[in-house]
């Protein structure tokens, strides 16, 4: 069983930053990819970035340049760092995981079967 636990939403101005969290419990992390998706109210749940075992990192379209995903190994930890924030990032934030999800899926989020609870991200104009 892997629980995962996000923290670090919260309210913020447009042009501000947060770091999002996710720790991760119950399996070996090093050896899975993790990935962070996001709904906004009324809208389909959607991709943001992902992060392999081998640290390869990809990102939606709209947050290149702005978000950074990463992970500490040793905390079992993997963050969402966002840059530059706009209105339209407003959504809740989830991190997902599964050992068996693989680079070409990484986007999809019908293969991850392990979520976390989610984090609130309000961007104010």
């Known amino acids: 069983q892997v629980q995962l636990v996000e923290s670090g939403g919260g309210l913020v101005q447009a042009g501000g930053s947060l770091r999002l969290s996710c720790a991760a419990s119950g399996r070996t992390f090093s050896s899975t990819a993790m990935g962070w998706f996001r709904q906004a109210p009324g809208k389909e749940r959607e991709f943001v970035a992902a992060?392999?075992?081998?640290?390869?990192?990809y990102y939606a379209d709209s947050v290149k340049g702005r978000f950074t995903i990463s992970r500490d190994n040793a905390k079992n930890t993997v963050y969402l760092q966002m840059n530059s924030l706009k209105p339209e990032d407003t959504a809740v934030y989830y991190c997902a995981t599964d050992y068996l999800v693989v680079p070409r899926n990484l986007e999809d989020s019908s293969k991850y079967r392990y979520w976390g609870q989610g984090t609130q991200v309000t961007v104010s104009s």
């Open positions: 992060i392999t075992w081998g640290d390869k990192t």
